[in-house]
């Protein structure tokens, strides 16, 4: 069984700065892609930010340029760098992990969401 868990979400201010982070664990799996995902009330879970296991990334056009994913392999651990959050940026945050079973099946896992809110 895999499990994520997320931290650093919060309260900022708009043009301040947050760092989430999302911690992947799982005897036998290992993690292929990973990304963030924000969800408002009444919309869409939509896609933030992406990462491959080679550090490839692909970034929503709303925040790119202001939030930057990364990861740390060693660690199974990704994290998405806020700076300059606007008070659009409000929503809850979901960690999304694709994780690869031994014989090779793979399996979607997301995390419980953590509340990011940005004040102006």
């Known amino acids: 069984q895999v499990q994520l868990a997320e931290s650093g979400g919060g309260w900022v201010q708009a043009g301040g700065s947050l760092r989430l982070s999302c911690a992947a664990s799982?005897?036998?799996?290992?993690?292929?892609?990973m990304a963030w995902y924000r969800q408002v009330p009444g919309k869409q879970r939509e896609s933030v930010a992406s990462i491959t296991t080679g550090g490839t990334t692909n970034t929503a056009d709303s925040v790119k340029g202001r939030f930057t994913i990364s990861r740390d392999n060693a660690k199974n651990t990704m994290y998405l760098q806020m700076n300059s959050p606007k008070p659009e940026d409000t929503a809850v945050y979901y960690c999304y992990v694709r994780a690869v079973a031994p014989l090779g099946r793979k399996y979607q896992y997301w995390g419980q969401g953590t509340q990011v809110t940005v004040s102006s």
């Open positions: 799982g005897s036998s799996f290992t993690f292929d892609d």
